[in-house]
């Protein structure tokens, strides 16, 4: 169980949000990337307006969480929300904001008709797999499948 | 759940906007010949007006709160029809205003993604003109519109060029690419703000107007911030084509006419009362001055942290934060090498502070020459030497002397009206210059 609900604000993601994703990526894996986080925030605000989500605590952009809803993929005709990328200010886990950040996109796929909500995992990273078995995710008939070419 | 409703015009109407749009966005089948390429998978372009569904029926906010939202225009009491009406006419004029202002110098962009990024932010804001369109002819408004019909008005909107449309910012040339950019920045932003308090609005179709359109904003907002992130890193890296005063110059000449697009920071009391926003214009523009703030800091962050590639985020903030205080040098990076957000009352000339001299730092001018050489030194040469600009000194000039009053001023900024045809190759407008009296003056025929 989380130690306590921080008092964080949960809304859309904006583009005004890109220092902030860039500066928690950078606190978690110590480098500074804001050409890839300005490619993929463009992505997901062009795609899904609405869909992302971050936590904002006092005013500062402290967890993200990217994704969105679509169908015509690997044959699911329905459409499905995907959870893509998340991350979380280190100072701030631990505080139930991943959790927030992912209801309140289960509500925007919902209201987009998707039934569903699916994200790959490494089996490796046990936290990130302990993360998404506690917000519900479990086992899918799909299998991820990939070789080296 | 999310439903929207497609809407076509009747076909007359729907051919019109088309002809329109042959004549203002040339590239328009380019944009959608590319569009997989640059926009994999996000869904095709639709010309057509999209209503929201399942959206709340009880007015929101006003005098008439709880009760049931109207549907038609003879609902509303006469001056609210009259009132909605002038904000859909608004609204309408910005949207095809916009594009003839990105048209003119979009092929100047530095590459192509930044080209269709632009295209896109045309193409979408077509079918938001499209969708005023259709709040305008889907139901009968001769009663509150002095008997201009729905035709008549369409024919009005489509014939607007730059110079007639209803606000200011939309009547100002680009110079360069760096205005489609810098204006997708500031004055999107500003349409952001109305589509959002629009959403409340007592008269339905407007309100299930407003979320489709905002969802396409927020990419029109994207596609001007992350070009001036991404020149404000090549500025720190030394691209002596593209500079930080540049943009500074683009942030002068918009951030203004987006405060002033708000309307007067007296008013606005109206548009709450009849139930139309749920904020009054002192309190959205204020809104607005803070968030293109923080849209500076980031820019500004990205500028630092490309100068100096091992300063942490921590040191950036700090160092923002004294560059700003003491207003002087770190490591040969002046104060002023950075961007700043404008003053809320410089370079005015309409709202509280039209007229009034004050520079982007808040300081103040004793002498109209003095401050249009400040404004000169501020201001992009191209947009220094335009016709705007010279009747914007000429009615300071006379202000300042006492010659004129402001408000009389405020007037006599020349607009471009039309004397012609709806299809713009009749180049049948205009400059007039409105009397104190509400009559007109014709200054020059475009």
């Not at chain 2, 139901?139 to 002095?146: K, Q, R, Y």
């Not at chain 2, 203004?256 to 007296?266: A, K, Q, T």
Request: hydrophobic share 35%.
């Amino acid at each position: 169980m989380p130690e306590t609900t921080a008092a964080a604000k949960i809304r859309p993601l904006d583009e005004l949000d890109l220092n902030g994703i860039v500066r928690i990526d950078e606190k978690i894996t110590g480098r500074y990337q804001p050409d890839l986080w300005e490619q993929r925030v463009m992505f997901y605000v062009r795609r899904d307006p609405g869909a992302s989500q971050v936590a904002e605590v006092d005013g500062r952009v402290v967890g993200f969480m990217l994704g969105d809803c679509r169908a015509g993929e690997f044959g699911l005709e329905t459409p499905s929300g995907w959870i893509e990328r998340f991350g979380i200010d280190p100072d701030f886990r631990g505080k139930d904001l991943g959790r927030q950040m992912f209801e309140a996109m289960c509500r925007h796929f919902k209201a987009e008709g998707a039934t569903s909500v699916r994200t790959l995992v490494d089996r490796n990273d046990a936290s990130l797999a302990g993360f998404l078995k506690a917000i519900g995710f479990g086992e899918s008939p799909l299998t991820a499948l990939e070789r080296a070419i | 759940m999310i439903k929207v409703e497609n809407r076509d015009l009747p076909k007359r109407y729907h051919d019109a906007v088309e002809h329109w749009q042959r004549h203002n966005f040339k590239d328009y089948d380019l944009l959608l010949k590319y569009w997989d390429k640059y926009f994999p998978k996000d869904e095709s372009f639709c010309l057509c007006a999209k209503m929201e569904l399942g959206t709340t029926d009880v007015i929101q906010i006003g005098e008439f709160k709880g009760e049931k939202k109207r549907e038609k225009p003879e609902e509303m009491t006469p001056e609210q029809a009259k009132h909605l009406l002038a904000i859909i006419k608004a609204q309408a004029s910005t949207e095809f205003g916009s594009i003839q202002q990105h048209a003119g110098t979009v092929d100047r962009a530095r590459d192509d993604e930044d080209k269709f990024w632009t295209m896109r932010v045309m193409a979408e804001e077509l079918r938001h003109g499209y969708q005023m369109l259709h709040l305008l002819l889907s139901e009968d408004w001769s009663s509150v519109s002095g008997g201009v019909t729905g035709e008549q008005m369409v024919e009005e909107i489509l014939s607007m060029t730059t110079g007639s449309h209803v606000l200011d910012a939309f009547n100002l040339d680009y110079d360069s690419y760096t205005d489609n950019v810098v204006f997708a920045a500031c004055i999107d932003r500003v349409g952001k703000y109305q589509l959002t308090m629009q959403k409340v609005c007592a008269y339905k179709p407007m309100a299930d107007s407003m979320p489709p359109m905002l969802r396409e904003e927020a990419f029109h907002l994207a596609a001007g911030v992350i070009p001036m992130r991404r020149w404000a890193q090549k500025a720190a890296q030394g691209d002596v084509f593209v500079t930080m005063p540049m943009m500074q110059h683009a942030l002068n000449k918009w951030v203004p006419r987006g405060l002033e697009m708000f309307g007067d920071e007296r008013g606005g009391d109206t548009n709450v009362k009849f139930g139309f926003k749920d904020l009054k214009n002192e309190e959205a523009s204020s809104l607005y001055h803070e968030e293109v703030k923080k849209m500076v800091h980031d820019i500004n962050t990205r500028f630092l942290r490309a100068r100096f590639p091992d300063m942490t985020p921590d040191r950036c903030e700090q160092v923002l934060g004294d560059l700003e205080r003491s207003r002087g040098t770190y490591h040969g990076v002046r104060w002023d090498d950075l961007l700043r957000v404008p003053d809320k009352r410089f370079f005015r000339r309409k709202g509280v502070h039209a007229f009034q001299m004050v520079g982007i730092d808040g300081e103040t001018f004793e002498s109209a020459d003095e401050y249009l050489r400040y404004l000169a030194k501020n201001l992009n040469e191209g947009y220094v030497a335009s016709r705007d600009m010279r009747l914007y000194a000429e009615a300071l000039e006379k202000v300042a002397a006492g010659e004129l009053k402001v408000e009389d001023a405020v007037k006599a900024m020349p607009k471009l009206k039309r004397v012609g045809g709806t299809c713009p190759c009749s180049k049948g407008v205009r400059w007039v210059m409105e009397d104190c009296d509400g009559g007109e003056t014709t200054v020059a025929v475009r």
